[in-house]
């Protein structure tokens, strides 16, 4: 394995491993606020500017990217299909969203306060809410990069934009 393709000595990825690409396939989902699709969009932003992403092998060792993701909600379930920078598919697989229902449903209850709080509150309210919020994205972060744990290594940044990635697949 090349040093571009393992973790580095402080236990980063490389940057040989990153998504430049990143599509939602948003078929048939309703209509959402336009604070999710604000989300959304610097989700992907922050994404494409800064991320570690890495496909696992079987062996445990990172595959080199860089990479292109789609994610679909079907379901109960996310589909996450990687591919390279021809757009050739390297893995596909289904992530059941059981164990981020808790956290999702959570973040999603202190986000419409929060947004609402933003029109109404005062700054030391929002500021509190707003750290409430943080700890769930914190969490749910927690939980998706354990779920991916195997398949594919991310950083904490890129997995808390993930998180909102799903988040908004799942927004009504």
Same mark, same amino acid.
């Given at each position: 394995?090349?040093? =571009?393709? &393992?973790?580095? =000595? &402080?236990?980063?990825?490389?940057?040989?491993?990153?998504?430049?690409? !990143?599509? /939602?396939?948003?078929?048939?989902?309703?209509?959402?606020? @336009?604070?999710?699709?604000?989300? %959304?969009? !610097?989700?992907?932003? =922050?994404?494409?500017?800064?991320? &570690?992403?890495?496909?696992?092998?079987?062996?445990?060792?990172?595959?080199?990217?860089?990479?292109?993701?789609? /994610?679909?909600?079907?379901? &109960?379930?996310?589909?996450? =299909? !990687?591919?390279?920078?021809?757009?050739?598919? $390297?893995?596909?697989?289904?992530?059941?969203?059981?164990? $981020?229902?808790?956290?999702?449903?959570?973040?999603?209850?202190?986000?419409?306060?929060?947004?609402?709080?933003?029109?109404?509150?005062?700054?030391?309210?929002?500021?509190?809410?707003?750290?409430? %919020?943080?700890? $769930?994205?914190?969490?749910?972060?927690? #939980?998706?990069?354990?779920?991916?744990?195997?398949?594919?290594?991310?950083?904490?940044?890129?997995?808390? %934009? /993930?998180?909102? $990635? #799903?988040?908004?697949?799942? @927004?009504?």
């Amino acid at each position: 394995m090349a040093d =571009d393709e &393992r973790m580095g =000595d &402080r236990g980063v990825m490389e940057p040989a491993h990153s998504l430049v690409r !990143i599509e /939602l396939d948003e078929a048939g989902a309703p209509r959402r606020s @336009a604070e999710a699709e604000h989300e %959304r969009a !610097i989700a992907i932003y =922050d994404i494409l500017e800064d991320n &570690r992403f890495a496909l696992v092998d079987q062996e445990g060792a990172l595959l080199a990217g860089p990479f292109h993701l789609y /994610l679909r909600a079907e379901g &109960r379930h996310i589909r996450f =299909d !990687i591919r390279n920078d021809s757009d050739s598919e $390297l893995s596909q697989f289904y992530m059941a969203l059981g164990p $981020l229902r808790r956290v999702m449903r959570d973040y999603f209850q202190v986000c419409d306060t929060y947004y609402e709080a933003i029109r109404t509150k005062s700054p030391s309210q929002i500021q509190a809410i707003d750290m409430g %919020r943080r700890a $769930l994205h914190n969490e749910g972060a927690d #939980i998706l990069r354990s779920r991916l744990d195997g398949r594919v290594a991310t950083d904490e940044m890129t997995s808390r %934009r /993930l998180f909102t $990635l #799903i988040c908004v697949l799942q @927004a009504r």
